[in-house]
């Protein structure tokens, strides 16, 4: 019993989903990045084409660039400029290399720019120390991976409510929120299973709810249904959407262009440059489609018209 918990004290430790160390980058030595000065694609326009006030952004990248030290160094991003608003949801889309994971591990704290800045609801986060990033990003942040990375040895509702043990949120509410958080995710009658005793989709939901009981603003999926097929794929997004109609904001890295389709906005990434960035003015998809037990046979939202886009696993 002692054991299982200081396993799980190591898995969620400070982040609402995920060890620090999991976040690690994957796919070493891809593609450089290209130097490009303009970083003015980034920022979104109003439906009415101004630029927004930038007050009103729950996240902004400012002339965010990540340069590995090397010879010859590795720029990873360059001077990315991306503003993302309360209740968005994002795809970030982009080649196997392109800079997706770098960018959201600097979003979400867990990695720090070279140089530019992020700010977070109005707070400049490198002018955090390291306690306070911590306690913004468990406040604030909710990860989820491509890898479900629960504990095999506890509950369903164990892996949530755990993933609160660093809220200061005491047993019976975190059990209370866990619970809620799995409903959410439809998994309610799942509670007490065990990972192993869930289907892959299923697990992910698992993860998705760890990320959302503490009540994050956004949450942050790096290729969540990456290990999924399709079906599973499309239900955990209709979860992730349905997250976002709640209010929460979502931003999530796919390289499944229907899966992007789905999604309001789109934030394309080549060689470490926002190439593209697209709100939809419609929606894509029929919203009754979502949140429907089973995706329809064949649905694939629209076509994938890029099949380079390899996936970052
Ligand atoms: N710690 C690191 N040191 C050096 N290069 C890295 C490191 N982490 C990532 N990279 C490189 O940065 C580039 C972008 O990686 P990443 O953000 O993981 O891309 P994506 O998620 O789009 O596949 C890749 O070329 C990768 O090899
Ligand atoms: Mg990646």
Do not use: C
């Not at 007050?55 to 090397?70: D, H, I, Q, W």
């Not at 913004?136 to 990375?149: C, M, N, P």
């Not at 209370?176 to 009658?189: D, F, I, Q, S, Y």
């Amino acid at each position: 019993m002692r054991r299982d918990r200081r396993e799980s004290d190591v898995a969620t430790a400070a982040v609402s989903g995920a060890p620090e160390a999991m976040s690690g980058l994957e796919n070493p030595a891809v593609t450089p990045g290209v130097a490009d000065d303009s970083g003015t694609l980034g920022t979104p326009l109003d439906a009415d084409g101004t630029m927004p006030a930038s007050n009103s952004a729950l996240l902004s990248l400012r002339s965010v660039t990540k340069t590995y030290p090397g010879t010859p160094p590795l720029t990873v991003l360059n001077h990315v400029n991306l503003e993302i608003r309360p209740g968005e949801d994002v795809a970030v889309v982009g080649p196997s290399g392109s800079g997706k994971t770098t960018m959201l591990s600097i979003m979400g704290t867990l990695d720090q720019p070279t140089s530019g800045q992020v700010w977070i609801d109005s707070v400049d986060v490198s002018s955090l120390n390291e306690a306070a990033r911590a306690r913004l990003r468990a406040e604030t942040i909710g990860f989820v991976f491509q890898q479900f990375f629960l504990l095999p040895t506890l509950t369903a509702l164990d892996n949530v409510a755990e993933g609160m043990l660093y809220r200061g949120i005491r047993r019976h509410e975190r059990r209370t929120r866990a619970m809620e958080a799995l409903e959410r995710v439809g998994l309610a009658k799942r509670a007490h299973h065990r990972p192993g005793e869930l289907s892959g989709g299923e697990q992910q939901r698992v993860a998705i709810a760890r990320a959302i009981a503490g009540g994050p603003r956004v949450l942050f999926a790096d290729e969540p249904t990456g290990a999924l097929d399709q079906t599973a794929g499309h239900r955990v997004v209709d979860y992730l959407q349905s997250i976002a109609a709640d209010g929460t904001t979502v931003v999530v890295i796919t390289h499944d262009q229907g899966l992007a389709a789905r999604f309001s906005r789109r934030v394309s990434l080549l060689d470490g440059t926002v190439v593209d960035n697209t709100v939809s003015s419609t929606s894509l998809v029929d919203p009754r489609l979502n949140l429907i037990p089973e995706t329809p046979a064949g649905y694939v939202g629209v076509a994938a018209p890029d099949s380079t886009m390899g996936g970052s696993r």
